[in-house]
Each structure stands twice: as structure tokens, then as C-alpha cells.
């Protein structure tokens, strides 16, 4: 199986912060990378795909970035929605492995 | 606007069958890629499978075993069965639909995700 590690994790950040979540696969994986954004008790969205592709319906303040094994969202300046929990997908091969998830917090 | 929604026995026994149902609506199962994806409480996501309605099935080796799948075209529904539950398998599970953009499988759409206990 390919081993998505994230990090940091946690992450404390501040309202107006500009934040980096970092994802490294242990194998290359092109440009197979998703991310998405979880809230407490409610299903996962998606925020990114093909690492660098912004979901429709998505803020503009989300992006994502790398190729290879290793990859990056940023979110440009933070909003009080997006204390979340942000998980990284690789669908390059199967299982379609999940990183550990980064959990925002607020500061 | 799509819709899918998970249902199915809240509490099944241990070495017992899960059945869990996804009913789509807003969307037709066909042409698309389904998947269930579980999360076991406090924990991260675990994708278990996907499946193409025409039947292309791709499995997570470590319950390729105990994993069918299905999709019915005529109730427009998602189906999963796990077969010898135990304890391991309480989680919330969520089936999600794939968008295919050339770089993989993205899950776009999901369900709210429902609670399955196993217990005796």
C-alpha cells in the first residue's frame, strides 16, 4: 500500500493566517492526489483533486500544489469555517490511501 | 443536486453480514464510479472500494475477502456487504460518488455516512 504521512499535526493557526498542510507519499504518485476538509460529525468534502485542481463551489483562498511525493494545500487567509479536520487521498493506485489528517485548531 | 443516503442496520453481531444501502438522488448510478469509504470513531478515513456501474470493481486488499458491492440501476442504489464482522469494523460508513479526472479518482459527492456498532 502506498503511505500517505501528513504533517503538521496538529496545526494551531489564527484567523487571517495563511497555513500550509503538507502531504508526503512514500512512493511517486504524479499528480493521483485529492484533498479534502472534514468537520466534526459530518462527511468529508472535497477541496482539491488532481493536487491542484480547485472543486467547483470551493473559496478561492484553498490551493493546492506538487507532483510526485510530495504535495501541499494552503489556504490563504484563514476563515473561522475552516477549523477542520484535512485529509489527503492518493488514487494513483489501489487502496486509495488516506493520510492521518491535520487537525486545525484555532490559536 | 446530489444527493446519496446511507441505511442499514445500526447494530449487527459480530462474524455477522453488514448490509449497508446508499440511495442516490440528483444523479443517475450510471456512468459514474461509487465508493464506500469507513471511519472507525476518533479515527481517519479507510477507503474500502469502488466500483463502476458497468462493473469494474477495485477492492482494499485488506477486506477484499469479506467486500460485495452492487449497484442497482433500476432503484438507482449503491449497495455494500460485509461478510464476519468483529469489533474492528464499528465505524461510520460513508459511500461517495467519483469524479474520474485523468489523474484518478476524486470522491466529489458523499453521504452524511451512517453508524454501524458491532457488538453482541
Known amino acids: 500500500d502506498i503511505q500517505m504521512t501528513q504533517s503538521p499535526s496538529p496545526l494551531s493557526a489564527s484567523v487571517g493566517d495563511r497555513v500550509t498542510i503538507t502531504c508526503r507519499a512514500n512512493?511517486?504518485?504524479?499528480?493521483?492526489l485529492n484533498w479534502y476538509q472534514q468537520k466534526p460529525g459530518k462527511a468529508p468534502e472535497l477541496l482539491i483533486y488532481?493536487?491542484?485542481s480547485l472543486q467547483s463551489g470551493v473559496p478561492s483562498r484553498f490551493s493546492g500544489s506538487g507532483s510526485g511525493t510530495d504535495f501541499t494545500l494552503t489556504i490563504s487567509r484563514l476563515q473561522p469555517e475552516d477549523f477542520a479536520t484535512y485529509y489527503c487521498q492518493q488514487s494513483y493506485m489501489v487502496p486509495h490511501t488516506f493520510g492521518q489528517g491535520t487537525k486545525l485548531e484555532i490559536k | 443536486q446530489v444527493q446519496l443516503q446511507e441505511s442499514g442496520p445500526g447494530l449487527v453481531k459480530p462474524s455477522e453480514t453488514l448490509s449497508l444501502t446508499c440511495t442516490v438522488s440528483?444523479?443517475?448510478?450510471?456512468?459514474?464510479?461509487w465508493s464506500w469509504i469507513r471511519q472507525a470513531p476518533g479515527k481517519g478515513l479507510e477507503w474500502i472500494v469502488y466500483k463502476y456501474h458497468t462493473g469494474t470493481t477495485n477492492y482494499n486488499p485488506s477486506l477484499k475477502s469479506r467486500v460485495t458491492v452492487s449497484v442497482d440501476t433500476s432503484k438507482n442504489q449503491f449497495s455494500l456487504m460485509l461478510s464476519f464482522v468483529t469489533a474492528a469494523d464499528t465505524a461510520v460508513y460513508y459511500c461517495?460518488?467519483?469524479?474520474?479526472?485523468?489523474?484518478?479518482?476524486?470522491?466529489?459527492?458523499w453521504g452524511q455516512g451512517s453508524l454501524v456498532t458491532v457488538s453482541s
Open positions: 512512493l511517486r504518485i504524479s499528480n493521483y
Open positions: 461517495a460518488r467519483g469524479k474520474s479526472n485523468g489523474f484518478g479518482l476524486a470522491l466529489e459527492h
Open positions: 488532481a493536487a491542484s
Open positions: 440528483g444523479s443517475s448510478v450510471s456512468g459514474y464510479y
